[in-house]
């Protein structure tokens, strides 16, 4: 009792600092106000050469955690790219890695791929569906150069599954989810850990050694400064930051040292790390000539993880969770070629729209044939003109626990509210199922955070199993209306059905120890061969074949002496980095 009064206490102190306003979106900033001067013009706008585009990702990111959402980190950078762009305030992605990237990559919700539950881990033998077009694929179709830096996370059991199989030109990054920063060690369990650094399809050995921000960020400066600007250019910048373990160099921990919590102190230097990174980046552009026809698109792929720093803060839930805290995305566009510039959008846009979105941007043939679920949102980006979406299907996961207290008949005979599902509809919101961690976590003052605040919110509340809420007007989540308005709960778990109807079956293999790196030279890479793929898949499309994976003799003798060092590196290391793997 006294636990719960202290925490409503907190809160209250914190409401009344003013953390619950939406201060950052001015009302006069608002997209659907009226611009006569644009009436009667041809909504669509087709610079003279496709533009450039520049899509930085960033991992883990959460809502609190940029400058202009009045967060204490310093990002201004992203801030006035932000406030010179579209700010995009009504924009959700997945709540996790895989998910998150598997959609902007294809466009289409997991129920089309099959990756509806969870992550791909690193020896699980799947990976994005090889008959699914893929954005890279439809640009390059479109004549762009695709040039990929960074975090994967796709699955590379074999080699067909590779970034550069599936549509880029290059490929400078890691495969699995979460590696080390400097020593791009990655590991899966103790002791099963590998080198992941990759150039193309091979192991990049000897590459490693610097901070991730910064090595992809001379790469992508080298791209820049070596293609030539008059052919359009598709870079996907996929940070590993600001993703655990964090481990930011010094210099940039400093202007950060009066923080009380050791752990937000180093979120906020590696996101800051991540602003100058862009900073360069944007110079790149303008110093090698790309930057008048350029479109540059900012988002995180997830909500923030308070346990290690991040901050989600006023909305509910974090990442892994079906809350806002989890879905709701950091997002922007910078753009000379936007319309409207200097806006806040509240026009309703998902991490799927961006392939049709920039698919089009870039002259390229989307169809309805080609089964998106995703809209081309451009219009709305640019002009502000309405969002042609409606709706979301966060996602239908039946194969996440079960909430115990879910049935047929709390569905209304509709849906089974046992399962996980989250679907958003105009302005409201419906959840089913265990949808994660619903508390509120405030900004981590508190030096000893996450300790006593963790411990005071966690499981409480989940003895239900259905929420409804109108999100536009409580962004919050604190106002469950599901008894109130039982009409729009079922209007809503019919939608849910509706969609359960075209889903395809989840592929979740189980592991397969053959993946382990220490039985492919120390590093983590496709352990399947191409033969054996095939037979496992053929009835999947595939992309025609490049010179293999290597693992010619030759090269073996050099290898082996890295390993060597490497292994007795992988023994010391601290066990706790595996714990956040997503
Ligand atoms: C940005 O460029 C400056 C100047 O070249 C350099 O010192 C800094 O390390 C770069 N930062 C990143 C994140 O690449
Ligand atoms: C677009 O793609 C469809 C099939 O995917 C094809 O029939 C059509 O001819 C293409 N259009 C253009 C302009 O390439
Ligand atoms: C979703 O579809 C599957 C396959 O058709 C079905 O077995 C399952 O019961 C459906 N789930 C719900 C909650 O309706
Ligand atoms: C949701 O709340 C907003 C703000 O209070 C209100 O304008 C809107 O009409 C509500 N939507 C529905 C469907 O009730
Ligand atoms: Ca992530």
Redesign the pocket.
């Known amino acids: 009792m006294a636990v719960h009064a202290l925490t409503g206490l907190s809160m209250v102190s914190f409401l009344s600092l003013g953390y619950l306003s939406w201060d950052w979106v001015k009302p006069d900033q608002m997209e659907n106000e009226p611009f006569s001067d644009f009436k009667g013009r041809k909504p669509e706008f087709k610079p003279r050469q496709p533009p450039h585009i520049i899509f930085f990702m960033t991992d883990d990111q959460g809502f609190h955690d940029i400058g202009y959402h009045g967060s204490v980190i310093r990002t201004p950078t992203l801030d006035k790219l932000a406030a010179e762009g579209v700010k995009l305030e009504n924009y959700y992605v997945q709540p996790i890695c895989t998910p998150s990237r598997s959609q902007l990559i294809t466009g289409r919700y997991q129920i089309h791929t099959g990756l509806q539950h969870s992550i791909i881990r690193p020896r699980q033998p799947s990976c994005l569906p090889l008959d699914q077009a893929t954005l890279p694929q439809k640009l390059r179709e479109a004549g762009y150069a695709t040039h990929m830096v960074g975090k994967w996370h796709l699955g590379f059991y074999k080699r067909d599954c590779l970034p550069t199989r599936r549509g880029f030109d290059s490929y400078f990054g890691s495969l699995t989810g979460s590696v080390d920063y400097y020593t791009y060690a990655s590991c899966d369990g103790p002791g099963v850990c590998g080198y992941d650094l990759h150039e193309g399809e091979e192991v990049a050995w000897g590459r490693g050694g610097k901070y991730s921000t910064h090595l992809y960020t001379q790469r992508v400066r080298k791209i820049l400064a070596t293609h030539d600007p008059r052919k359009p250019v598709f870079i996907f910048m996929s940070f590993q930051a600001v993703h655990t373990p964090l481990r930011p160099p010094k210099g940039y921990i400093y202007p950060y040292r009066a923080m009380g919590n050791v752990a937000r102190r180093k979120y906020a230097a590696t996101v800051s790390i991540v602003d100058e990174a862009v900073h360069n980046v944007t110079y790149a552009l303008r110093k090698y000539g790309y930057y008048q026809n350029s479109v540059i698109v900012f988002s995180t792929d997830n909500g923030g993880q308070p346990f290690t720093g991040g901050s989600n803060w006023p909305l509910r839930g974090r990442k892994g969770t079906y809350w806002e805290g989890g879905v709701r995305g950091l997002g922007f566009v910078h753009s000379p070629l936007l319309r409207r510039r200097r806006r806040v959008s509240r026009a309703l846009v998902h991490i799927t729209d961006w392939y049709p979105t920039l698919v089009a941007l870039a002259g390229g043939n989307v169809s309805r044939a080609d089964g998106l679920d995703g809209f081309n949102v451009w219009p709305a980006l640019s002009e502000g003109q309405e969002s042609p979406r409606r709706e979301i299907l966060h996602n239908i996961d039946p194969l996440h626990t079960r909430a115990p207290h879910g049935s047929w008949r709390d569905g209304f005979w509709i849906w089974d509210t046992g399962v996980q599902a989250a679907i958003r509809v ?3 919101k419906l959840l089913t199922g265990d949808p994660g961690h619903g508390d509120w976590v405030p900004p981590q003052m508190l030096t000893n955070f996450p300790g006593n605040w963790w411990n005071l919110e966690r499981g409480t509340g989940l003895r239900e199993s259905l929420w409804l809420f ?1 999100v ?3 962004p919050f989540e604190r106002q469950d209306l599901s008894r109130q308005r039982p009409d ?1 709960v079922r209007e809503l778990l019919a939608r849910l059905a509706h969609h359960n109807r075209t889903a395809v079956p989840v592929r979740f293999p189980p592991e397969d120890p053959r993946g382990s790196p220490h039985l492919n030279g120390g590093a983590w890479g496709p352990w399947v061969g191409d033969e054996e793929g095939e037979r496992e898949d053929n009835d999947l499309g595939r992309t025609p074949r490049r010179k293999g994976w290597s693992k010619g003799k030759s090269k073996k003798k050099k290898k082996k002496c890295k390993i060597c060092k490497l292994k007795s590196f992988f023994r010391k290391l601290n066990t706790r980095m595996m714990s956040n793997r997503i």
Do not use: A, H, L, M
């Open positions: 105009g302005d409201w109108n536009t007007g409580d729009v």
